[in-house]
C-alpha cells in the first residue's frame, strides 16, 4: 500500500490591505513593514466570511485536482486558530458545505504549525487504518477576526487564507509521500504568543473586549529568536533521520512569518535562495494555510518535478514547532 497527495487547493479573499493602507491606519511605514518582515500586502476576508468559507473553496480546487468527490472522503481536517466558532467544529462546517457525508470530522489547534501537525495526524491514520483511504487535509485561518488594529507591532504581520491537501492511500500506488517528520512543543512559553481571552481560563466579558484581549499577543523578538533555531534543529533531525543532504532538498518551504526567519532558517541549513519558496510578501502570515499555500503555488506553476524532495518546516503558538521531509 502507498500514500499519496493526490490534490492541492488555495484561496485567499480578494480584498488587499497594502502597507500604504495600513500606514492611514497606526504609526507605521511601508518601508519598516517590508525591510523588517517582507511582506507588501496580506488578503482579508469580508466580514460575513468565516474560515470555513475559505476553507471550503481551497477544499474544492485541491478535490478537483485529485479527481475526488466529496462523497469519498473518509476524513476532514482543518488545522486553524481562528474556527468559525467554539464548536461544531470548522471540519464539520467544511463537510456540510461540501455535502462529503461519510467522513470523519476535526479541528487541529497547534497555531502556526498546524498545517504541519495536521499531515501526520491525517498520515498516521491513513498508514493504520484502511477505513481512512482518502483524507482531505486543510488549513485556514480568517486572523484578520483575531487581530488588534491599534497595535502596530502585530497587526501588519497578517493575512486571511486557506490551503488544502487531499492524501490517498492505495494498494494501487506506489513508496509513501512522507519520507519523515519531527513534531514538537513547549507550553513552557506560552506567554510568548497566544490570545488570551473567550476560552475557559478567561470568558469573553466587557473588560476582556475593552482590553483587546481577544487579539493576537506576541512578544516579536522572543518569537524572532526561537522560530530560527526550532526550525533549523527540527530541519536537521529530519535531514538526518532520513539520510537527505541538503543539496539534494529541491525546495525548503518554510512558514511564512518573517522574511528575515525564512532567509535565516535556509542560510543555517546551507540550501540556496532558489531553492527557498516565499510567497510572504503578497500574503503575510497566513498561519496554519501558509505552508499548503506555498505547496499548491509550486504545484500549480509546474515547479515540482515527481521524486523531488520538499522540506516543510513551521513554527507557532504553543510553542510549537517541526518539520517534514516529503517526496513529490
Ligand atoms: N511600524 C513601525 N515601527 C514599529 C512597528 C511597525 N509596524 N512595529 C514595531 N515597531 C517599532 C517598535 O515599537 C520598536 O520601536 P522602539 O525601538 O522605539 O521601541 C522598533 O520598531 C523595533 O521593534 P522590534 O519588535 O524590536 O522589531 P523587530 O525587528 O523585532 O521586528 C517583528 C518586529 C514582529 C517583525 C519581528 O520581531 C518578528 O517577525 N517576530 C517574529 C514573528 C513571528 O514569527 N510570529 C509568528 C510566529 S508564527
Request: hydrophobic share 45%; charged share 25%.
Given at each position: 500500500?502507498?500514500?499519496t497527495i493526490r490534490g492541492t487547493g488555495?484561496f485567499?479573499?480578494?480584498?488587499?490591505?497594502?502597507?500604504?493602507?495600513?500606514?492611514?491606519?497606526?504609526?507605521?511605514?511601508?518601508?519598516?513593514?517590508?525591510?523588517?518582515?517582507?511582506?507588501?500586502?496580506?488578503?482579508?476576508?469580508?466580514?460575513?466570511?468565516?474560515?470555513?468559507?475559505?476553507a471550503y473553496e481551497a477544499a474544492k480546487q485541491a478535490l478537483d485536482m485529485a479527481g475526488i468527490k466529496p462523497e469519498e472522503l473518509d476524513l476532514i481536517t482543518v488545522?486553524?486558530?481562528?474556527?468559525?466558532?467554539?464548536?461544531?467544529?470548522?471540519a464539520a462546517l467544511v463537510q456540510k458545505k461540501l455535502k462529503a457525508q461519510k467522513c470523519v470530522c476535526?479541528?487541529?489547534?497547534?497555531?502556526?504549525?498546524?498545517?504541519?501537525?495536521?499531515?501526520?495526524?491525517a498520515?498516521?491514520?491513513l498508514?493504520?487504518?484502511?477505513k481512512y483511504r482518502k483524507a482531505l487535509v486543510i488549513?485556514?485561518?480568517?486572523?484578520?477576526?483575531?487581530?488588534?488594529?491599534?497595535?502596530?507591532?502585530?497587526?501588519?504581520?497578517?493575512?486571511?487564507?486557506?490551503?488544502a491537501l487531499v492524501l490517498e492511500s492505495s494498494?494501487e500506488i506506489?513508496?509513501?509521500?512522507?519520507?519523515?517528520?519531527?513534531?514538537?512543543?513547549?507550553?513552557?512559553?506560552?506567554?510568548?504568543?497566544?490570545?488570551?481571552?473567550?476560552?475557559?481560563?478567561?470568558?469573553?466579558?466587557?473588560?476582556?473586549?475593552?482590553?483587546?484581549?481577544?487579539?493576537?499577543?506576541?512578544?516579536?523578538?522572543?518569537?524572532?529568536?526561537?522560530?530560527?533555531?526550532?526550525?533549523?534543529?527540527?530541519?536537521?533531525?529530519?535531514?538526518?533521520?532520513?539520510?537527505?543532504?541538503?543539496?539534494?532538498?529541491?525546495?525548503?518551504?518554510?512558514?511564512?512569518?518573517?522574511?528575515?526567519?525564512?532567509?535565516?532558517?535556509?542560510?543555517?541549513?546551507?540550501?540556496?535562495?532558489?531553492?527557498?519558496?516565499?510567497?510572504?510578501?503578497?500574503?503575510?502570515?497566513?498561519?496554519?494555510?501558509?505552508?499548503?499555500?506555498?505547496?499548491?503555488?509550486?504545484?500549480?506553476?509546474?515547479?515540482?518535478?515527481?521524486?523531488?524532495?520538499?522540506?516543510?518546516?513551521?513554527?507557532?503558538?504553543?510553542?510549537?514547532?517541526?518539520?517534514?521531509?516529503?517526496?513529490?
Amino acid at each position: 500500500m502507498g500514500i499519496t497527495i493526490r490534490g492541492t487547493g488555495k484561496f485567499v479573499p480578494e480584498k488587499i490591505l497594502t502597507n500604504a493602507d495600513l500606514e492611514k491606519m497606526v504609526e507605521t511605514s511601508d518601508e519598516w513593514i517590508t525591510t523588517r518582515t517582507g511582506i507588501h500586502q496580506r488578503h482579508l476576508a469580508a466580514a460575513d466570511v468565516a474560515t470555513s468559507d475559505l476553507a471550503y473553496e481551497a477544499a474544492k480546487q485541491a478535490l478537483d485536482m485529485a479527481g475526488i468527490k466529496p462523497e469519498e472522503l473518509d476524513l476532514i481536517t482543518v488545522a486553524t486558530v481562528t474556527p468559525d466558532m467554539g464548536f461544531p467544529n470548522t471540519a464539520a462546517l467544511v463537510q456540510k458545505k461540501l455535502k462529503a457525508q461519510k467522513c470523519v470530522c476535526f479541528d487541529l489547534e497547534a497555531a502556526c504549525s498546524g498545517l504541519l501537525y495536521s499531515i501526520e495526524v491525517a498520515h498516521s491514520l491513513l498508514l493504520a487504518n484502511k477505513k481512512y483511504r482518502k483524507a482531505l487535509v486543510i488549513g485556514a485561518e480568517k486572523l484578520s477576526s483575531i487581530v488588534d488594529w491599534t497595535d502596530r507591532g502585530t497587526c501588519v504581520l497578517f493575512g486571511d487564507g486557506a490551503a488544502a491537501l487531499v492524501l490517498e492511500s492505495s494498494d494501487e500506488i506506489e513508496g509513501d509521500f512522507y519520507i519523515a517528520g519531527k513534531l514538537a512543543a513547549d507550553g513552557n512559553y506560552d506567554n510568548i504568543l497566544r490570545l488570551p481571552a473567550g476560552g475557559s481560563a478567561m470568558p469573553a466579558s466587557h473588560e476582556t473586549v475593552d482590553q483587546h484581549l481577544h487579539c493576537i499577543k506576541m512578544a516579536g523578538q522572543e518569537t524572532f529568536k526561537l522560530a530560527v533555531n526550532a526550525m533549523v534543529s527540527a530541519c536537521k533531525e529530519v535531514l538526518e533521520i532520513s539520510g537527505v543532504e541538503p543539496e539534494n532538498v529541491a525546495w525548503i518551504i518554510p512558514h511564512q512569518a518573517n522574511h528575515r526567519i525564512i532567509s535565516a532558517v535556509a542560510q543555517r541549513l546551507t540550501i540556496s535562495d532558489d531553492r527557498v519558496y516565499s510567497n510572504i510578501e503578497r500574503y503575510g502570515n497566513t498561519s496554519s494555510a501558509s505552508i499548503g499555500i506555498c505547496l499548491d503555488e509550486l504545484n500549480r506553476a509546474g515547479k515540482l518535478k515527481k521524486g523531488d524532495v520538499v522540506l516543510l518546516t513551521a513554527f507557532g503558538g504553543g510553542l510549537t514547532w517541526g518539520a517534514e521531509l516529503i517526496r513529490w
